[in-house]
């Protein structure tokens, strides 16, 4: 597993950051100011890359969250079914990848077609076509 650790103070907007077992893009993040008995707080709110549901983490800034480490790998379109069969151009191993939200990129794909895709804790997701 490609994981890394980060405190949740030091997290960005469109960082990335794993809640609930799910690896998910920052979307919004605020700060509190210390107190006079505490330490400040953080409260992280992300999107899920996978299912889009809206997570949120709360805790001092000195907590410890996971981060998921992305490969980004380039394949070729081998057949595309209910989800697409693609082989990684340069370890050509076969792998299935489930369609991608976007319209307009899923009427791009098509057999042949060279894509980006990012692999975040051995799921797959397809980014955008590569031009030739």
Avoid: N
């Avoid at 997290?11 to 950051?17: A, D, E, F, M, P």
């Avoid at 107190?35 to 549901?53: L, T």
């Amino acid at each position: 597993m490609s994981i890394d650790y980060k405190d949740l103070g030091a997290l960005k907007k469109g960082s990335y950051v794993i809640i609930d077992g799910e690896p998910c893009k920052v979307i919004e993040i605020t700060k509190s100011k210390k107190g006079k008995h505490g330490s400040a707080q953080a409260r992280v709110v992300a999107i899920g890359i996978f299912d889009g549901v809206k997570r949120s983490v709360v805790g001092p800034v000195d907590t410890r969250v996971e981060v998921p480490i992305i490969k980004k790998g380039r394949a070729q379109i081998v057949a595309v079914t209910d989800s697409i069969q693609l082989m990684d151009l340069e370890t050509y191993e076969v792998f299935e990848a489930p369609l991608p939200e976007d319209e307009e990129l899923r009427s791009k794909l098509d057999s042949g077609v060279t894509i980006e895709y990012w692999d975040f804790l051995g799921k797959k997701k397809i980014v955008r076509v590569r031009p030739e």
